[in-house]
């Protein structure tokens, strides 16, 4: 059985700095990896997808590597600001095209001006 | 382009009590998914459509939980009965034929 597992549950960090959010995975089965960004009271907006035959993703200030192997992803936020403040979720996806995702519990982030 | 809607926005009910959640997906997005929320927890799936199509309902506890999709567009989650386990955030969400998901904004139901 799948289980995906984020740490750390929470993070507090000055505006500016460079970070890093991690994602383990146990089956290295999978299809895709997706990093996801939710704000309170709102739904979940996809941040970064990586397929499962790539190694990392860059979208402006973030990037997120994939380690099928280890089991790993993680997600890197340069030059942190305020409104990263967020929680964000990683989420493993399998079942082929049918795209089905598992979600670990999320890193509550908190960005500090 | 008009994103995924859902409503009610927040639901307050007693135990035993049912509800319904609707959404509404992007228009042409062929699969609908329902996720379940709970405080604290990432969201699980509970059910994946392919237009008016079950493709995975393993998770749905179909002793009180039903969902519909309809002309394949869109859907309607219920509970019946619910319980107190049960208060947590529905969220809807589609796809179309790239793998990224969008998501709905979520119910926030309560159970008393």
């Known amino acids: 059985k799948q289980e995906v597992t984020q740490i750390p549950a929470a993070l507090s960090v000055p505006e500016g700095e460079n970070l890093v959010l991690n994602c383990s995975f146990t089956d290295s089965a999978i299809y895709n990896l997706q990093w996801f960004r939710q704000d309170p009271g709102k739904g979940l907006t996809s941040l970064l997808l990586?397929?499962?035959?790539?190694r990392e993703q860059t979208s402006g200030r973030l990037n997120a590597s994939l380690d099928k192997s280890s089991g790993r992803s993680t997600l890197y936020i340069a030059a942190s600001q305020p409104g990263d403040s967020a929680t964000y979720l990683c989420?493993?996806?399998?079942?082929?095209?049918?795209?089905?995702?598992?979600f670990g519990t999320g890193t509550l982030l908190a960005v500090q001006p | 382009e008009a994103g995924v809607a859902q409503s009610p926005r927040y639901k307050i009910i007693e135990k035993r009590q049912s509800v319904a959640f609707w959404c509404n997906p992007i228009?042409?997005?062929?699969?609908l998914y329902w996720y379940q929320q709970i405080l604290g927890q990432g969201p699980k799936l509970l059910i994946q459509f392919q237009n008016n199509g079950v493709v995975d309902d393993s998770q749905l506890p179909k002793d009180r939980f039903s969902a519909e999709r309809l002309k394949g567009v869109d859907s309607t989650l219920k509970i019946q009965p619910a319980k107190l386990e049960d208060s947590a955030v529905y969220l809807c969400?589609?796809?179309?034929?790239?793998?990224?998901?969008?998501f709905g904004p979520g119910t926030r139901l309560t159970v008393l």
């Open positions: 969400a589609s796809r179309l034929a790239t793998d990224t998901q969008y």
């Open positions: 989420a493993v996806g399998y079942g082929g095209a049918t795209n089905k995702l598992i």
């Open positions: 990586i397929q499962s035959s790539q």
């Open positions: 228009s042409g997005h062929a699969t």
